[in-house]
């Protein structure tokens, strides 16, 4: 996505360790805009801030600790001077498994950094957005919202479930001038589609390496959803399966 400059702005981005995350925060870097880069893992976080500069913020942070969701979103202000844009992208994929086998224990923990790690952004974020009459917040999305996967229990409830938190902060913002949409990438080429691979349950698994896309697509997906050509989406979801979505964004 070219001719998007976010010069002055400031960027959120949680799971920014890896994949989708941190080729969103050299996309958003590369369009000027300071870039918070939330992440469990700080030496990975650490680096990539060093690799970019002066306008990012490495902040060692789990999302499903809503005190420290809290606490990233106050240093981010409080460095930059404010917060315009909020990626909630952290996610993991385990347990892969029945629901009649699965650990339930297994299955709160992704309920708490897929749906609850959402919410805690949102609920960070949104009431200097609301107060400052701007701001976007995205949630990385996935077609298990819309739909069941075998041995995605987890997955699939708290992807739906974080849907429904999309359309919630539209219903509840848009009119306070803060856009809330989600992106659903497809299948893309991180760690994730590994662990999906090695599982062996249901046609995911099955997928060559080369169906997958690179990550620096959603990234760019990304960027674009920031602008008002994106509007369209809110409250709803973004699909980069779609091929007018990849063609608006300049990826064919």
Request: glycine residues 12%.
């Amino acid at each position: 996505m070219k001719n998007v400059d976010l010069t002055g702005k400031t960027v959120l981005i949680s799971g920014a360790s890896r994949g989708i995350g941190a080729a969103a925060a050299r996309t958003f870097a590369g369009a000027g805009a300071n870039v918070a880069l939330l992440a469990r893992t700080r030496d990975a976080i650490s680096d990539l801030a060093g690799e970019i500069g002066e306008r990012a913020l490495a902040i060692p942070c789990d999302v499903s600790r809503y005190w420290e969701v809290e606490q990233a979103v106050s240093a981010t202000r409080t460095t930059f001077g404010g917060l315009d844009v909020v990626i909630n992208n952290a996610g993991v994929i385990d347990p892969i498994g029945h629901l009649s086998t699965i650990d339930p224990d297994a299955y709160g923990h992704t309920i708490d950094i897929n749906l609850k790690g959402v919410m805690h952004g949102m609920r960070a974020a949104l009431p200097g957005m609301i107060a400052q009459r701007s701001g976007t917040i995205i949630n990385i999305s996935s077609g298990a919202a819309h739909g069941p996967v075998e041995g995605w229990a987890a997955y699939c409830s708290a992807k739906a479930g974080a849907l429904m938190l999309t359309r919630v902060g539209d219903k509840e913002a848009r009119d306070a001038g803060v856009r809330v949409l989600g992106l659903s990438p497809g299948t893309v080429a991180t760690e994730m589609q590994r662990e999906i691979k090695a599982s062996g349950i249901n046609p995911v698994s099955q997928l060559s390496w080369d169906d997958h896309i690179p990550p620096e697509w959603p990234a760019q997906t990304l960027l674009w959803m920031c602008t008002p050509a994106a509007d369209a989406y809110l409250g709803g979801d973004v699909s980069l399966r779609e091929e007018d979505v990849r063609r608006a964004v300049g990826l064919i």
